[in-house]
Structure formats: structure tokens, C-alpha cells
């Protein structure tokens, strides 16, 4: 009988490679359906497509996804050293995902030279592309996990960061001999004993004795009884799937922009698709990682701001206003916190 790593093992390769060949035979079946009736239901151009389609999933899932698992399988000691990104996810990125958009923006560009309005993939890019790649992230996420019994200490990645400590706030007395004492002490902080932090570098370095946290919970978790006791119960593995689906929330509103007729029969369905492939490259970073905030920025909030304000421009409210404002206010606090607030002027206690 197959131990229970094995069934997870199986199942989750089994996922995966289902979510990598799917949505590639649906969409090209779909195009090779469009070809048929763009030259006068042609059989043959139909039936080409589809062996296209079939021919190109046997060959990306010998030559490259095979290969590319068993490495990931066998040779542990070479991928545990890659903590940076995700060869996994990369992969499907670039197999599958890229090649799906490339079909739905070919489709745009045969309609339009042939002046028809046949078929704009109004459910395909968002229902079955993006959640075959949500269902790839939330396996590459859950996989250290157990999917019986209790949560193990793995499930603590998974935790939400709490917030930073809030120092307390001292009266106006207080600040004054605060002050008094820092204007009377020497500017060049004493030398470090026993490898030490220095003088103020110390105070910041450790949180001061009285700060707490915003709404947080005592030191020790309360254990809630009775018959509404399991509202306070929590697992990360639980919550991966909703972080999942919230990270990818702006990424398929942008996509299903792209199947509005006004925007998908026209030069912008270039720039949206391209720029929503873009944004599905922040999923190789890991969670967690010091890098997902600036990719985060850079590949999705900063261009999906200027292209929304464009489409908003061109068409009009194609897309809610709530997300190019998601956009701005992300990519300005992002800029803030970054860079300005970390500025000498913005460093004096006296201000805010």
C-alpha cells in the first residue's frame, strides 16, 4: 500500500500537469475553431491546430516538464540551494501561460483582418488560464505542508506579518527632558563593549519596554471553549488558498478587461495582455520573500496604473475606478515608506 507521501506526491504532479496541458488544448482548439470558420469551414486548418496543440504539449511535457521535475525531485541538494525563486512556476509561466496569451492576441489580430467579430474568449483567459495558474502557486505553497490532521510547523510561513510595535506615546514634559538630555550629551556616540550596539543604535535596535502591538493578543493564545470555539481557530493552510485568490484578484480584472470587444478588437489588446503576462511573473518570487513588494510594484501596480488610466481614457469605464486607484495608492506608499521616509528630514522624532 502507497504510504501518504506518495498520494500527496502523485497527486499534486498530477495537478499540476493537468493545469500545464489543459489550458493549452482548450484555448488552441478553440483558435483552430476560430481558423475554421475564418476560411470558409475549413476542416483541414481546423485539424491542423489541433495537432499543433498536441504536438506542442507532448514536446514541452517530455523535453522540458519531465526533465525539470525529476531535477526538482532527485537532485534536492541543487534546488534547496535556489531560495529566490520558484523553477516550478517559472516554468508553467513560460510554457503555458505565455503561449495562451500569444493564441488569444493572434485571435484578436485574424478577426481584425478579416473584419469579423467571431469570438472574443470572453471566459477562457480568466476562468479556466489564470485559475490553472492559481491552482499551480496554491500547490507549490501547500506542498511542505500535511493534508490531514493538525497544522505542523511549516504552516508558520504562512502566517500573516504582524504589525510593526508602536512605541509609546510620552507627554509633552517628557519630550522636553528628553531633548534637554540629548542636546547635553556628546554628538559622537561611546565606542561598543563586547560587540555591543552603540549608544542610540542600541534604542532602536531593541523595541522600548512598553510597546505593544495594534490589536494584537496577549503573549499567549487564549483558548476559546463552547459551542462558538472554532471561530477563533486558524490554519495557514486554510489561508493559502485566500491569499492565492487575493493575489491574483487585480491580475484577472486586468485580463478580463482584455475580453471586452471594444478593447480585444483593437491595438490595446496588445499592451493589456502583454502587461498581464507581466504580472504573472511576481508568482516565481516566493511568498514572503523581501523582493515581493518591489515586484509587486514594478511588475504589476506601477504599469497597470497607466495602462487602466489609458483604457478609462479610451473607452471609458471599461474597468472600476477601485483599481487604478489600488494602483496609485500602492505604488506611491510603496515609494514613500521606500525611499522618503527613510530621508534625514523624515528621521527627526518631533514629526509625526
Not at 498530477?14 to 489550458?23: E, G, N, S
Not at 534547496?80 to 496569451?101: D, G, H, K, M, N
Not at 491574483?248 to 498581464?276: I, K
Amino acid at each position: 500500500m502507497a504510504s501518504g507521501k506518495t498520494v500527496k506526491l502523485v497527486l499534486y504532479e498530477a495537478l499540476q500537469l493537468a493545469a500545464l496541458a489543459v489550458p493549452v488544448l482548450v484555448v488552441m482548439e478553440r483558435f483552430a475553431g476560430l481558423v475554421r470558420d475564418v476560411r470558409g469551414r475549413d476542416l483541414t486548418a481546423y485539424w491542423l491546430v489541433v495537432a499543433a496543440s498536441v504536438a506542442y504539449v507532448t514536446s514541452v511535457v517530455l523535453l522540458a516538464w519531465v526533465p525539470l521535475k525529476y531535477l526538482i525531485l532527485k537532485r534536492r541538494r541543487l534546488v534547496s540551494e535556489i531560495t529566490q525563486w520558484r523553477p516550478t512556476v517559472l516554468a508553467y509561466v513560460v510554457l503555458c501561460t505565455l503561449p495562451c496569451f500569444a493564441i488569444f492576441i493572434a485571435s484578436s489580430k485574424v478577426q481584425v483582418d478579416r473584419g469579423l467579430r467571431l469570438d472574443h474568449f470572453t471566459e477562457l483567459p480568466v476562468s479556466l488560464v489564470l485559475f490553472s495558474l492559481i491552482c499551480v502557486d496554491v500547490t507549490e505553497r501547500i506542498r511542505p505542508c500535511r493534508l490531514i490532521g493538525q497544522s505542523d510547523s511549516l504552516d508558520l510561513d504562512f502566517e500573516v506579518a504582524s504589525p510593526a510595535p508602536l512605541e509609546q506615546v510620552s507627554t509633552v514634559t517628557g519630550q522636553l527632558h528628553a531633548d534637554e538630555e540629548q542636546k547635553s550629551s556628546t554628538q559622537t556616540p561611546p565606542p561598543a563593549r563586547n560587540g555591543g550596539t552603540p549608544g542610540r543604535w542600541r534604542d532602536l535596535a531593541a523595541p522600548p519596554p512598553g510597546a505593544a502591538y495594534l490589536y494584537s493578543s496577549p503573549s499567549r493564545r487564549r483558548s476559546h471553549s463552547g459551542p462558538l470555539g472554532f471561530l477563533w481557530r486558524r490554519d495557514g493552510r486554510s489561508e493559502v488558498f485566500v491569499d492565492s485568490f487575493l493575489f491574483w484578484l487585480d491580475t484577472a480584472e486586468m485580463v478580463r478587461v482584455a475580453g471586452e470587444p471594444a478593447v480585444f478588437y483593437s491595438a490595446w489588446v496588445f499592451p493589456v495582455y502583454a502587461l498581464a503576462f507581466l504580472s504573472t511573473l511576481r508568482t516565481v518570487v516566493p511568498p514572503r520573500n523581501a523582493l515581493s513588494s518591489s515586484a509587486g510594484v514594478f511588475l504589476q501596480d506601477a504599469p497597470f496604473c497607466v495602462v487602466r488610466v489609458a483604457l478609462i481614457a479610451a473607452f471609458g469605464f471599461v474597468t472600476p475606478v477601485l483599481y487604478p486607484l489600488k494602483n496609485v495608492l500602492v505604488s506611491l506608499t510603496f515609494v514613500y515608506f521606500t525611499f522618503l521616509a527613510r530621508l534625514r528630514i523624515f528621521g527627526r522624532r518631533s514629526m509625526f
